[in-house]
């Protein structure tokens, strides 16, 4: 099955950067979309941002949760099997351990529509 590996996160103060890395092995042959999400102590895991990946390098469409709008940005290398999420201008509210995921069901935010989960990385914004 498709494994995720992610890394990248620590801790920032107000305003500052991080770039997360997922790096994905035994990549689905119906791979549609890979995602990012977070979860916060006590509440539910969130969509943050995710990319189609059904159509290869030529097609690129990817979704936003409107929180992140404008600050996250998210890329794939292809050649390294790599998912990136660029995150600037981080808040406090953005704190949360970040999850990696790979669909082969739809593309988008939907937690349930992700079957392949990363064990996460920390991200701290103090």
């Known amino acids: 099955h498709?494994?995720?590996?992610?890394?990248?996160?620590?801790?920032?103060?107000?305003?500052g950067s991080l770039r997360l890395s997922c790096v994905a092995s035994n990549w689905h042959p119906k791979s549609l979309c890979l995602g990012w999400f977070r979860q916060a102590p006590g509440k539910e895991r969130e969509g943050v941002a995710a990319i189609y990946t059904?159509?290869?390098?030529e097609v690129f469409v990817d979704?936003?949760?409107?929180?992140?709008?404008?600050?996250?940005t998210v890329s794939q290398d292809?050649?390294?099997?790599t998912l990136y999420l660029q995150m600037d201008n981080l808040k406090p509210e953005d704190t949360g351990m970040y999850y990696c995921a790979h669909s082969t069901d739809a593309c988008g935010l939907v937690v349930g529509r992700y079957t392949y989960w990363g064990q996460g990385t920390q991200v701290t914004v103090s």
């Not at 979704?63 to 996250?72: L, T």
């Not at 292809?78 to 099997?81: L, Q, V």
């Open 54 to 57: 059904g159509g290869g390098p």
């Open 2 to 15: 498709v494994q995720l590996v992610e890394s990248g996160g620590g801790s920032v103060q107000a305003g």
């Open 63 to 72: 979704y936003y949760a409107d929180s992140v709008k404008g600050r996250f």
């Open 78 to 81: 292809y050649a390294r099997n």
